[in-house]
């Protein structure tokens, strides 16, 4: 899957941060996948805004390996965000990707 450095601050920024043995070995490995290491980092040059937000530098989307069960819990972690009204305008790239649809509430 084809990831640009928002879908990556995203999907890391809606994972959920607890779950079951599998859950989070799966969370642990799919972070350390999606991380941003000091190399790439410098590369991006990211700042923090004043008024909040991040900027970086534009660089290529890069290939990830998604798994099922991966995108499933990405997919429960915008749920969560959708329940708790905590979704923004940032989050719909990554909603559009993962074919989320909301839930009946």
């Keep these: 899957m084809l990831l640009g450095v928002a879908h990556r601050l995203a999907i890391l920024n809606a994972l959920p941060r607890e779950g079951d043995l599998l859950t ?3 969370l ?5 996948r999606l991380a941003f290491g000091a190399e790439e980092s410098e590369l991006l040059d990211f700042k923090v805004n004043p008024g909040g937000g991040v900027q970086w530098k534009d660089q290529p989307e890069r290939e990830f390996e998604i ?23 940032d989050y719909l ?6 074919g ?3 839930e009946d509430k």
């Design 24 to 26: 989070i070995r799966l």
């Design 28 to 32: 642990h490995d799919l972070k350390m």
């Design 67 to 89: 798994g099922k069960k991966e995108a499933d819990i990405i997919r429960k972690g915008i749920a969560e965000l959708d329940r708790g009204h905590k979704l923004t305008e």
């Design 93 to 98: 790239p990554l909603v559009e990707l993962f």
């Design 100 to 102: 989320y649809e909301g």
